[in-house]
């Protein structure tokens, strides 16, 4: 039986049981799946030396692309960011906070293209020319089972819809918290070691509940300290040519 539910009066939720083992199954074909796509690879000065799958360049270390957009909100007095939280069904970094929407570009994708991924993740409709870019930065991630070289092409969007209005893909997303810019900018150079989040999170029956958390880089994909100081600078350049 469909469940009709609501988060703060303002969203249609419908909740239907599936078994928990048709879930497991999918989710795992997804990511066989996943793992065999095919990536363009470049050198560490960004010239490209071929093709890889997803999997094999992550567990040789190739160099690949990846884009990666910061939702800022429209309130002027009072910015923040939004953050998304993975969902627990990742297969790498699940349930930690990233950037609000991140995916990989494919061998035949162009970067302008990528933009599919905000609709995807989060259900919002944008166009490449609405997004502001902030740069291209090399990103490692290198933990024991992976090598993650990214050259992350990374972008701001003014939002103006309210967060909770966002439609999340379940399989890569389970929530939307925002933070104050302020807060994010000292978060990512180390001048502050943590941060307060508000927003939902996407229970397990898929109604979206209020949540609130104190962040640390515990809960947070462990991005290369280059990368946090890139992006902040960024940020904060583009607040500074607002002004």
Avoid at 129 to 154: A, C, P, W
Avoid at 205 to 217: A, D, E, M
Wanted: glycine share 6%.
């Amino acid at each position: 039986m469909a469940e009709f539910s609501g988060w703060n009066g303002l969203e249609k939720s419908y909740r239907i049981w599936i078994p928990k083992r048709f879930h497991e199954y999918n989710n795992s074909k997804r990511y066989e799946a996943m793992n065999m796509e095919v990536l363009k690879i470049f050198d560490e000065h960004g010239s490209q030396i071929g093709t890889s799958t997803r999997k094999e360049a992550h567990e040789k270390g190739y160099w690949h692309e990846t884009f990666q957009v910061y939702f800022i909100d429209g309130n002027q007095r009072n910015r923040s960011i939004y953050l998304q939280k993975r969902s627990h069904l990742k297969k790498d970094f699940p349930n930690l906070f990233d950037m609000t929407v991140a995916g990989h570009l494919m061998e035949q994708e162009t970067v302008r293209e990528g933009v599919r991924e905000i609709e995807e993740e989060v259900g919002i409709a944008v166009k490449y020319d609405e997004l502001t870019y902030l740069g291209t930065f090399q990103n490692i991630i290198e933990i024991d089972r992976m090598i993650d070289k990214e050259f992350s092409h990374v972008y701001l969007y003014e939002c103006e819809k309210p967060m909770e209005s966002f439609i999340l893909q379940p399989e890569e997303v389970e929530g939307i918290v925002k933070v104050s810019v302020k807060d994010l900018i000292s978060f990512y150079t180390g001048k502050c070691s943590q941060m307060t989040a508000e927003g939902f999170i996407v229970d397990k029956g898929g109604k979206k509940v209020s949540h609130k958390q104190s962040l640390t880089k515990a809960d947070f994909v462990p991005h290369a300290e280059d990368y946090f100081q890139a992006v902040a600078n960024a940020i904060s350049d583009y607040l500074s040519e607002e002004c």
